[in-house]
């Protein structure tokens, strides 16, 4: 898009051009780390020619960016915080000898209670998107999602302590800070994204002199793609806090576990009060669901066709005038090709979640070593940070040099693999405890287990290989399907589509609550089995019905170019 367009753009319809972690193969420039120059030095708009000749790097990151990247990690950090204790919480007594524990309602409804309380976090997106796009804009619903997350922590820790759990107030605080908690996070995950790309205002390529004398140019899509990129980073560090809290939790007790997260969360509050006058505040982009909701009523009627919706056939056909143009069609093909993409991942949430549930209590059935075992899911994090640098810098350019495509549904059919052969491995696992002493399939509740005391005979980190597979297809899966479902959809609805996303994952949620009754000794082994089942068959197939859109995937994202001008710029092409 030449930069003229660019600048004539209003501020509404600013697009943040989102490429995170999955780069593309075919992506331009190489990226290099932020300039970090003297402001004062040349900074003005690139032509056209330098655009195309000079070497293109990241810009200079604002401080309001920063700040809104704390604040979306310190929402992990206080998520991964709060829930990592929650299965022993809800599954083990308080007079467990071998694991915490305060509820004492046993694993299979402790999973089931789990994937409600996903099932719930995944839906609320979706109407709090909404109310972001059209009411409120981003940075309102972003308040009104984090005092609700706060109340909530509160909650958890007041209702956790000692003196409350003996009253009875474990099971309706639980319920209570599993709703707030639900709303506030769901709030959190529709804004934050979008909020943080709004922090980086430019819009227009600039062109920079560095201290060296060399000419480059500052470019706002590799440096919104730094930016979440960043993002996925400080995320997965966040996620480290559930070690800090599973240790508190096994010396401290409950209460401190959940008071370390919600004090860190207050960190985060400070700073959107101290930096409320900096930060950029979008206003709401108006509601364009009725007209996606009339296009798809007129497709309906006319074989599910979209182009029947087009204003020229409109009026042809049956006289009518449209709101829209063919462009709005356009978006809309893409962004059902997006949502077909995006529904496919039902199975892989649910296998995603058993690191949260299943896996904690599998860990809790081996010898632990003085290890608490919620505490074994931090492998996962620590592997995505590890793993990543190597992906990005290693394999992709690897493939890219070699002109191997490696495009994003090519690399969601990957994460399908290797998340089939991670729950194989869960499997594999579960039948080693089985086959071992003293308990065998009835891990902890045989005499010989001293009251639960004694585990079965097998070492806990035997669980490292499902992690490290897990992580794998994390990175190849999330990542790519967060870009995917962002670019695809339309300009107007992209709130909307990233909340379907976890609607998406609240439907793998369901599933779970569905299969809960597998979740026990010893049909669990089922259970994995059947996951892994489950996702090596749906690999081909989903190859299959989506691998040609990786060839079409250059000209999918044009289509922002294309329709990116202002009506009075494309009326004086006319």
């Given at each position: 898009?030449?930069?003229?367009?660019?600048?004539?753009?209003?501020?509404?319809?600013?697009?943040i051009?989102?490429?995170?972690?999955?780069?593309?193969?075919?992506?331009?420039?190489?990226?290099t780390?932020?300039?970090?120059?003297?402001?004062?030095?040349?900074?003005?708009?690139?032509?056209?020619?330098?655009?195309?000749?000079?070497?293109?790097v990241?810009d200079?990151?604002?401080?309001?960016?920063?700040?809104?990247?704390?604040?979306?990690?310190?929402?992990?950090?206080?998520?991964?915080?709060?829930?990592?204790p929650?299965?022993?919480?809800?599954?083990?007594?308080?007079?467990?000898?071998?694991?915490?524990?305060?509820?004492?309602?046993?694993?299979?409804?402790?999973?089931?209670i789990?994937?409600?309380?996903?099932?719930?976090?995944?839906?609320?997106p979706?109407?709090?998107?909404?109310?972001?796009?059209?009411?409120?804009?981003?940075?309102?619903?972003?308040?009104?999602?984090?005092?609700?997350?706060?109340?909530?922590?509160?909650?958890?820790?007041?209702?956790?302590?000692?003196?409350?759990?003996?009253?009875?107030?474990?099971?309706?605080?639980?319920?209570?800070?599993?709703?707030?908690?639900?709303?506030?996070?769901?709030?959190?995950?529709?804004?934050?994204?979008?909020?943080?790309?709004?922090?980086?205002?430019?819009?227009?390529?600039?062109?920079?002199?560095?201290?060296?004398?060399?000419?480059?140019?500052?470019?706002?899509?590799?440096?919104?793609?730094?930016?979440?990129?960043?993002?996925?980073?400080f995320?997965?560090i966040?996620?480290?806090?559930?070690?800090?809290?599973?240790?508190?939790?096994?010396?401290?007790?409950?209460?401190?576990?959940?008071?370390?997260?919600?004090?860190?969360?207050?960190?985060?509050?400070?700073?959107?009060?101290?930096?409320?006058?900096?930060?950029?505040?979008?206003?709401?982009?108006g509601?364009?669901?009725?007209?996606?909701?009339?296009?798809?009523?007129?497709?309906?009627?006319?074989h599910?066709?979209?182009?029947?919706?087009?204003?020229?056939?409109?009026?042809?056909?049956?006289?009518k005038?449209?709101?829209?143009?063919d462009?709005?069609?356009a978006?809309?093909?893409?962004?059902?090709?997006?949502?077909r993409?995006?529904?496919?991942?039902?199975?892989?949430?649910?296998?995603?979640?058993?690191?949260?549930?299943?896996?904690?209590?599998?860990?809790?059935?081996?010898?632990?070593?003085?290890?608490?075992n919620?505490?074994?899911?931090?492998?996962?994090?620590?592997?995505?940070?590890?793993?990543?640098?190597?992906?990005?810098?290693?394999?992709?350019?690897?493939?890219?040099r070699?002109?191997?495509?490696?495009?994003?549904?090519?690399?969601?059919?990957?994460?399908?693999?290797?998340?089939?052969?991670?729950?194989?491995?869960?499997?594999?696992?579960?039948?080693?405890?089985?086959?071992?002493?003293?308990?065998?399939?009835?891990?902890?509740?045989?005499?010989?287990?001293?009251?639960?005391?004694?585990?079965?005979?097998?070492?806990?980190?035997?669980?490292?290989?499902?992690?490290?597979?897990?992580?794998?297809?994390?990175?190849?899966?999330?990542?790519?399907?967060?870009?995917?479902?962002?670019?695809?959809?339309?300009?107007?609805?992209?709130?909307?589509?990233?909340?379907?996303?976890?609607?998406?994952?609240?439907?793998?949620?369901?599933?779970?609550?569905?299969?809960?009754?597998?979740?026990?000794d010893?049909?669990?082994?089922?259970l994995?089995?059947?996951l892994?089942?489950?996702?090596?068959?749906?690999?081909?197939?989903?190859?299959?019905?989506?691998?040609?859109?990786?060839?079409?995937?250059?000209?999918?994202?044009?289509?922002?170019?294309?329709?990116?001008?202002?009506?009075?710029?494309?009326?004086?092409?006319?």
């Amino acid at each position: 898009m030449a930069s003229s367009d660019i600048t004539q753009r209003p501020l509404e319809e600013r697009e943040i051009e989102l490429e995170v972690l999955n780069n593309d193969a075919t992506a331009v420039p190489s990226i290099t780390a932020p300039i970090h120059t003297d402001t004062r030095q040349e900074r003005r708009d690139a032509t056209e020619e330098e655009i195309k000749t000079l070497r293109h790097v990241v810009d200079n990151i604002p401080t309001p960016v920063w700040i809104a990247l704390f604040v979306g990690a310190a929402e992990r950090f206080t998520y991964f915080g709060i829930t990592a204790p929650w299965q022993n919480y809800m599954q083990n007594s308080l007079d467990d000898a071998a694991v915490p524990g305060a509820l004492g309602l046993g694993q299979s409804t402790a999973t089931n209670i789990y994937n409600a309380f996903y099932l719930f976090s995944f839906l609320t997106p979706l109407p709090f998107a909404i109310v972001s796009d059209v009411w409120l804009g981003r940075y309102k619903t972003l308040w009104i999602s984090v005092i609700m997350y706060i109340i909530g922590c509160v909650v958890m820790v007041a209702t956790s302590v000692p003196n409350s759990l003996q009253h009875g107030a474990g099971v309706g605080g639980l319920a209570t800070a599993m709703v707030l908690i639900g709303l506030g996070s769901g709030g959190v995950k529709a804004v934050i994204s979008p909020f943080i790309g709004d922090q980086y205002t430019p819009l227009v390529p600039q062109l920079l002199v560095r201290k060296s004398g060399e000419r480059v140019v500052a470019d706002r899509t590799l440096t919104i793609q730094y930016i979440y990129n960043v993002f996925y980073w400080f995320t997965n560090i966040a996620g480290l806090s559930l070690v800090a809290t599973t240790y508190l939790e096994k010396t401290r007790g409950f209460w401190a576990a959940f008071l370390l997260p919600t004090l860190f969360f207050w960190v985060a509050v400070l700073l959107l009060l101290i930096w409320m006058k900096a930060f950029v505040k979008l206003p709401p982009q108006g509601n364009v669901l009725p007209m996606a909701a009339k296009t798809l009523l007129y497709a309906s009627r006319n074989h599910f066709s979209l182009d029947a919706a087009k204003p020229a056939y409109q009026y042809e056909k049956f006289g009518k005038s449209v709101p829209w143009d063919d462009h709005f069609i356009a978006e809309m093909k893409r962004g059902l090709i997006g949502c077909r993409v995006l529904f496919s991942f039902s199975i892989f949430y649910l296998c995603i979640n058993q690191m949260s549930n299943n896996l904690v209590s599998q860990a809790g059935q081996m010898e632990l070593h003085g290890i608490p075992n919620d505490t074994y899911q931090a492998i996962n994090p620590i592997v995505c940070i590890v793993l990543g640098p190597i992906i990005q810098k290693l394999l992709y350019p690897f493939l890219q040099r070699r002109k191997i495509p490696f495009g994003p549904i090519a690399r969601m059919t990957v994460s399908f693999i290797t998340m089939a052969a991670a729950m194989a491995c869960a499997a594999g696992v579960q039948h080693l405890i089985y086959n071992a002493g003293p308990c065998y399939d009835a891990p902890l509740r045989c005499p010989a287990s001293d009251g639960g005391k004694i585990p079965n005979s097998i070492n806990v980190w035997i669980q490292t290989p499902i992690y490290f597979l897990l992580s794998l297809a994390e990175i190849f899966g999330f990542v790519s399907l967060s870009e995917y479902s962002y670019t695809k959809a339309p300009k107007n609805l992209r709130a909307v589509v990233q909340a379907l996303r976890q609607v998406t994952a609240g439907v793998g949620s369901a599933l779970g609550m569905a299969l809960s009754p597998l979740a026990a000794d010893p049909k669990v082994l089922y259970l994995y089995v059947g996951l892994a089942a489950a996702m090596m068959t749906s690999a081909p197939f989903f190859w299959a019905i989506f691998k040609k859109y990786d060839k079409m995937e250059e000209e999918l994202n044009m289509l922002d170019a294309a329709g990116g001008k202002p009506d009075e710029t494309k009326k004086q092409e006319a």
